[in-house]
Nanobody, 126 residues
């Protein structure tokens, strides 16, 4: 019943910054964690960052560790990804995702997230 609605994609030059948003709508909010994934053309879906909804603990892929920040507005049920120092390699369609309790907090595989946003494209030009 919950729906994830993304916004904030666009075009940015290398070294630039961009913020993505993912708003959960509907009566229910069943997630223990939310995360960002990305998928570039011809590549597999790649984990980017995860945040526990209640406590706000974060985990990042090594490729974005010191450049991206995942956060959430608990009251507004909205997830964010602030991206800095963007590289051409960051260009992809970015998806937000939600994980329900019991799916495994130490597993960041896409299959463990049951709900997904529609995706938003991030283009990085050199």
């Amino acid at each position: 019943q919950v729906h994830l609605l993304q916004s904030g994609g666009g075009l940015v030059q290398t070294g630039g910054s961009l913020r993505l948003s993912c708003a959960a709508s509907g009566r229910d909010f069943p997630f223990s964690n939310m995360a960002w994934f990305r998928q570039a053309p011809g590549k597999e879906r790649e984990f980017v960052a995860d945040i526990s909804w209640s406590g706000g603990s974060t985990f990042y892929a090594d490729s974005v560790k010191d450049r991206f920040t995942i956060s959430r507005d608990y009251g507004k049920r909205t997830l964010f990804l602030h991206m800095s120092a963007l590289k051409v390699e960051d260009a992809a369609v970015y998806y937000c995702a939600g994980k329900v309790p019991g799916a495994g907090s130490t597993n960041y595989q896409a299959v463990t997230y049951s709900h997904w946003g529609q995706g938003t494209e991030v283009t990085v030009s050199s």
